[in-house]
């Protein structure tokens, strides 16, 4: 059974920082894996989607890198604004059950 | 951009009530899913939809749960006899063939009192 880790739980920082979520996964034999943000009390907002055969994707100020081999993801943001501060989600689609598992999230609060 | 849409945003319903949550999915989208999440808790996996039949569920969704397309574009989620322990956010989330990138809705907050 695919699980996911999430790390750190929470983080919190200054403006402008560089910063490093990361997200685990037990089973390698992935289809994709998809980085989301969310607000509180809101729905998912897809942020990056990578392909099992991708190693990168990259939108803006956000890059989130793939390696099947170890089990990990990790989502960078750059030069990070107070308007980053959400909870992001990683979701883990497995090959062949096509069942999506998420982690728990990683709350990020980017203080002015 | 096309966008999920899910009504009603919150549900208010009393122990033993069946709810029905609607969601309107992408226009050229064709696979559909329901998911949950208690407050504080993981986004958990309820249901996938496809061909207008029941592709995966997980543990959760038990013979109090069904799913339907009822007119080609309303996707909808009923739960017979709503318990305490069903109050949380319902997500319904759509994908496009090939790419499997979900697209999720706004949710709707279910209170079960």
């Known amino acids: 059974k695919q699980e996911v880790t999430q790390i750190p739980a929470a983080l919190s920082v200054p403006e402008g920082e560089n910063l490093v979520l990361n997200c685990s996964f037990t089973d390698s034999a992935i289809y994709n894996l998809q980085w989301f943000r969310q607000d509180p009390g809101k729905g998912l907002t897809s942020l990056l989607l990578?392909?099992?055969?991708?190693r990168e994707q990259t939108s803006g100020r956000l890059n989130a890198s793939l390696d099947k081999s170890s089990g990990r993801s990790t989502l960078y943001i750059a030069a990070s604004q107070p308007g980053d501060s959400a909870t992001y989600l990683c979701?883990?689609?497995?090959?062949?059950?096509?069942?999506?598992?998420f982690g728990r999230g990683t709350s990020l609060i980017v203080h002015p | 951009e096309p966008e999920v849409t899910q009504t009603p945003s919150h549900q208010v319903t009393q122990m033993g009530q069946e709810v029905i949550l609607r969601c309107v999915p992408i226009s050229n989208h064709l696979y559909f899913y329901w998911y949950r999440q208690i407050l504080g808790q993981k986004v958990e996996f309820l249901v996938s939809f496809y061909n207008n039949e029941i592709s995966e569920k997980s543990e959760i969704f038990d013979d109090q749960f069904s799913v339907e397309r009822p007119d080609g574009s309303n996707f909808t989620l009923k739960i017979r006899s709503t318990k305490l322990e069903d109050s949380a956010m319902y997500f319904c989330?759509?994908?496009?063939?090939?790419?499997?990138?979900?697209?999720f809705g706004p949710g709707t907050r279910l209170t079960v009192t």
């Open positions: 989330a759509t994908y496009r063939e090939n790419s499997y990138e979900q697209y």
């Open positions: 979701a883990v689609l497995s090959g062949g059950s096509y069942i999506p598992t």
């Open positions: 990578i392909q099992s055969s991708q």
